[in-house]
Structures are given as structure tokens and as C-alpha cells.
């Protein structure tokens, strides 16, 4: 199995623009998870889908924010417009029923 | 709330030496415990868990028992590695609510250095 895949691995934008990360999860993984980490705040829950529905967004920092899952496969995470405090390494992970969860190698975004 | 704490790095060691990463945890539930490890430019490995109390996880000479009467989950390692040299996550998943979710809280990571 390929892991769980992330793209871009790195992207730098603007203030201003929007940006949107993608994540495939393991074939037959029921979870997906959203997560952002920094120097200062660590690693931070944003959102959680299970079967495709969001399960919990309480982490999700604003209206900036949105996450979707439209298939078992497939998940985006869109901020617009982006803001330099964004600027993080954005983590999906996948998992099955057993809490373990796989994680992806991360995208690091910039915004200037 | 659930919460997770571990002992502040960084954590530098010389080759050979005995590792301990201190963690311990406060639930509502029966939570399963996890230490995940970070290499530089990747992203988190589960390195090894335990569901229940008095349970021990091993993996790759890394070693943690969860303990319920002190709520901890310390890492330990008799011999380290300059491979070895990451950043270490203490976790802990609690089930909750009647529709099958769970939240996992992360510590805040300690890093450890390794000298050849």
C-alpha cells in the first residue's frame, strides 16, 4: 500500500489567495483526519471525517476553513482567503476502527 | 477534559545511553495509549500502544506500560540509537458519544538528540 498520499508537498501563495491541499487515505480506512502543526501551538486536531461525514470540527480555527470528503478516497482542505498566520505543515491522516492512525508525509505552507 | 502531558525537551543524549520520556494523561473514559514517533521532514509513525491498563507495547526496542493507578505511559529505551533522534508524541484516543467517535489528544511532543 502506497500510505496515505498528500499534495502538494509544498505550496507558497500570497496573502489573499486561496489555497486547497488534497489527501487520498488508505484504501479501507473508515477515518480521516485533518491536522496543522507549528512551533508554537503543536499538533492541532482541525477536523475529522468518518465515512465520509464530518464528525468534528471544533478545530477548525475559522469560516476561513473547510474541509471536505466527497468519497472514500478523497479529501480537500480549502482555505480562502489565506493569511500568513496560516502558514503551517498541514497533516492528514487515515485510520480503521482501531484508533491507529496513519499519517501522510505533510504539506508545508507558506504565505507570504 | 482529556488531556495529555510529557516531559519537556530537548532531550540529548549520548549513543548507548537509557532513554526515559516521561507522559502522562488525564481521561473520562478508558482511553488507548500511544507513542508516535516524528522524523525530520515526515510525518507521525505510530511506534507502538496499549488498550488497557498493565498492558506493555514494544517496538523497535522502544518500550511503554500503561499504568492506571499513576496515569502514565512512560517511553523507555535500555540503549539508544543517533538513529533515534526524532520527536516523540504521547497520545491517547477516548472513545465517546453513542455514534462510534473518538477523540485523540496529542502531547505536545519532546525531541531527542542523540550524540554519536
Known amino acids: 500500500d502506497a500510505g496515505v498520499i498528500q499534495s502538494p508537498r509544498h505550496e507558497v501563495t500570497e496573502m489573499g489567495q486561496e489555497v486547497t491541499l488534497r489527501c487520498k487515505p488508505i484504501?479501507?480506512?473508515?477515518?480521516l483526519f485533518w491536522y496543522r502543526q507549528t512551533m508554537m501551538r503543536g499538533l492541532e486536531l482541525l477536523i475529522y471525517?468518518?465515512?465520509?461525514?464530518?464528525?468534528?470540527d471544533s478545530g477548525m480555527p475559522e469560516d476561513r476553513f473547510s474541509a471536505k470528503m466527497p468519497n472514500a478516497s478523497f479529501s480537500t482542505l480549502k482555505i480562502q482567503p489565506s493569511e500568513p498566520r496560516d502558514s503551517a505543515v498541514y497533516f492528514c491522516?487515515?485510520?480503521?476502527?482501531?484508533?491507529?492512525?496513519?499519517f501522510g508525509p505533510g504539506t508545508r505552507l507558506t504565505v507570504t | 477534559g482529556d488531556s495529555v502531558t510529557q516531559m519537556e525537551g530537548p532531550v540529548t543524549l549520548s549513543e548507548e545511553a537509557f532513554l526515559t520520556i516521561n507522559c502522562t494523561y488525564t481521561?473520562?473514559?478508558?482511553?488507548?495509549l500511544f507513542w508516535y514517533v516524528q522524523y525530520p521532514g515526515e510525518g507521525l509513525q505510530l511506534l507502538l500502544k496499549?488498550?488497557?491498563?498493565?498492558d506493555k507495547g514494544s517496538n523497535k526496542g522502544f518500550e511503554a506500560t500503561y499504568r492506571k493507578e499513576t496515569t502514565s505511559f512512560h517511553l523507555e529505551k535500555g540503549s539508544v540509537q543517533v538513529s533515534d533522534s526524532a520527536v516523540y508524541f504521547c497520545?491517547?484516543?477516548?472513545?465517546?458519544?453513542?455514534?462510534?467517535?473518538?477523540?485523540?489528544?496529542f502531547g505536545a511532543g519532546t525531541r531527542l538528540f542523540v550524540k554519536a
Open positions: 491522516a487515515s485510520s480503521s476502527d482501531s484508533y491507529e492512525q496513519y
Open positions: 484504501s479501507g480506512h473508515d477515518y
Open positions: 471525517f468518518n465515512n465520509n461525514v464530518p464528525i468534528d
Open positions: 481521561a473520562t473514559g478508558y482511553p488507548s
Open positions: 496499549a488498550t488497557k491498563a498493565d
Open positions: 497520545a491517547l484516543s477516548d472513545p465517546y458519544g453513542d455514534t462510534g467517535g473518538f477523540k485523540t489528544i
